[in-house]
C-alpha cells in the first residue's frame, strides 16, 4: 500500500461516523449510529425481529447491519433497542425502554428528538404498531411516521393483545408485504391495510409479489425509506 493511499484511508475512517452504544435502565443495550454533518438529523428508532434469543444486546447488532442498508443516505439517525422472550416488543416495559433510550439518543448533538419515527421488521413491526400507540401520548407530536416490514399484526392478537389501526390515525404508515411470505399471507395483510383505510389511516401500501419474509427481498423497497422519512419528518 502507498503512503498516500494510507493516508487517505486513515483519514477516512477518522471521518467515519461510529456506532456508539446505549445502557437502558434494565441493563440491555442499544445501538446508535449517527451520520457526520452540522444539522441535526430525524430519528429512526429501528425494532428488530427475531425476538426469540435471549439476548439483550440485539439491537447493538442490528443497528450495525442497518446502517450499512441506510448509511450512506445521510437522512437519520439511526437508534436500535433490544428485545427478548422475557420483555417482546409489546410490553409496557419494552415501551418504557424505547423511550428512555429516545431520550438518551436525543442528547446527541447530531439528533432531532423533536422527529421522530419508529421502524421494523417481523416481530420489530409488529411492536413498532403496538409500541407506536402505545407511546404516541408520550413522544407528544414528535411522532412523524410509522414504517414496517415483513409484518403482521394477527401476531399482536395471538398474545391477547388487541391493536386497532385507528390508534395511528394522522401518524403516516408506511407497509410493506412480499407476496410469497412464508410466514404472514398477503391476503390477510390485504385485509389490514383496508381496515387501515377505513380508520382514516394514510397507509402507504408497498407491495412486492415475488418477495418472501426477510429483509433481504425487500432490498429495492428499503432503498425508498431514506426519501419517505425525509418527506415525512421535515
Not at 9 to 23: F, N
Not at 97 to 120: F, N, S, T
Not at 173 to 198: F, M, Q
Amino acid at each position: 500500500m502507498n503512503s498516500l493511499l494510507a493516508i487517505a484511508l486513515a483519514l477516512w475512517g477518522a471521518a467515519a461516523p461510529k456506532l456508539d452504544t446505549l445502557k437502558a435502565h434494565d441493563g440491555s443495550t442499544a445501538g446508535l449510529w449517527v451520520p457526520r454533518g452540522k444539522s441535526r438529523k430525524p430519528l429512526v428508532v429501528w425494532l428488530h425481529g427475531g425476538i426469540g434469543a435471549n439476548n439483550p444486546a440485539k439491537g447493538v447488532a442490528a443497528a450495525n447491519n442497518m446502517r450499512t442498508t441506510w448509511g450512506d443516505s445521510g437522512a437519520f439517525a439511526l437508534l436500535a433497542p433490544s428485545a427478548w422472550p422475557a420483555s417482546p416488543w409489546w410490553t409496557d416495559d419494552a415501551a418504557a425502554r424505547v423511550l428512555e433510550l429516545v431520550e438518551l439518543a436525543a442528547r446527541h448533538p447530531g439528533v432531532d428528538g423533536r422527529r421522530v419515527v419508529i421502524a421494523g421488521v417481523s416481530d420489530g413491526g409488529s411492536g413498532s404498531l403496538w409500541i407506536s400507540a402505545r407511546l404516541r401520548a408520550g413522544l407528544a407530536g414528535r411522532l412523524k411516521g410509522v414504517a414496517v416490514w415483513s409484518t403482521d399484526p394477527d401476531v399482536l392478537v395471538m398474545q391477547g393483545l388487541t391493536w386497532s389501526p385507528a390508534a395511528l390515525k394522522g401518524v403516516p404508515l408506511r407497509w410493506t408485504a412480499g407476496g410469497r411470505d412464508r410466514l404472514y399471507p398477503l391476503e390477510r395483510i390485504h385485509l389490514w391495510w383496508d381496515e387501515c383505510a377505513r380508520e382514516g389511516v394514510d397507509v402507504d401500501r408497498h407491495e412486492d409479489p415475488v418477495a418472501d419474509h426477510d429483509l433481504e427481498f425487500h432490498k429495492a423497497d428499503l432503498a425508498l425509506f431514506p426519501a419517505w422519512v425525509r418527506a415525512r419528518a421535515k
